[in-house]
């Protein structure tokens, strides 16, 4: 964790300098011959340490901030928090595209979206109620000059009627600058309740977690679930201006810099359950949060595979960036031993395992394969009924 101590140390020419000096630490042994290094040096141990550990951050924050880690400051916690780059991005577009050209950043972080603003134009007054990450903010937000501000301050109490609209990330994990741990929407910070009270009244945008209880949602609300590289990253919560006129679901699916988004005024009714076709489709994690399976299904002529499980089956090889598509090849043992040796003879040597509804641990199912060859596959695990089914396939696309 970054302490106030260690930020003052590290907020110096000198210690900024080490740090730029500093290659990529990429390995435990790069840390430590860089220690050995600044200390052969005569640096204090605790300039080493912020400095060395700024370093490793920055090697971490590459996936999500791309080159702009090389001059940013993180805390372990505020770079597990912050949002990646390219979906900030996508949200200061929201806010430009309504018309907004000043927003408070309530919650600021450590700036990930405040960069995203500030770098489209906007006026951003970002506020943290944590000393260190608002400082860290302030440095991450210093090359847009006048136009950003940064002050440490809880969301209750900043005044936000200079703004034409806010943004708000409420802390979801516990307080620190290290290891955090997830909390409940009653420990949040600033309360969910206050939160959508303030949305009721000005064009807000929430950031939230996808896995949020959908009946905690608003009614007058659009809701946007968010996946970036097969992952459902987020929920965002937009009201006022920044809602789009009829929309109340939607999936936003972000992959390798293009995106997909399927968007409708309420949830999609399910598709009627069918038998397994000549493919199986598994929805995106975003399409799934927001209820849009059937309308996915329409648009793929397929049916669900079981009224309970997220997989989609079809005959005809259509597919679409809102599923993952695979033709089917055969339905397979799920008995372990007879799965193996069914396997074997196939000469799958990589085989790729999904589940859904099974209780079971893909890795440790993997060992006891002892899968050998050369070809590959996909092995999908799901329940139709009460009834374990096992289908061998081949990825399409």
Known sequence: MVTPSELAALLTPEALRLLDALPPLESAGDVARAVSRLRADGRSPDLVTAVVGQARLRHRARDKFGPFAERMLFTRAGLEQATRMEIAARHAARFREAGVSSVADLGCGIGGDALGFAGLGLRVQAVDADEVTAAIAAYNLAPFGDAVSVRTATAEDTDVSG????????ARRTAGHGETARTGHAEWSPPLEWVFALAARRPVGIKLGPGLDRDLLPDDVEAQWVSADGSTIELVVWSGVLARADVRRAALVVRGGASWELTAATDAEDAPVRELGAYLHEPDGAVIRARLIGDVARA???????????????DSALTSPFVQSFRVREVVPSDVKALSKLLRARGIGRLEIKKRGVDVDPAVLRTKLKLRGDEEATLLLTRVGNKRLAVLADRVG
């Open 163 to 170: 703004v034409d609209a806010v943004w708000l990330d409420p």
């Open 300 to 314: 793929l002529e397929a049916g669900m595979l079981d009224e309970r499980i997220a997989y989609l089956t079809s």
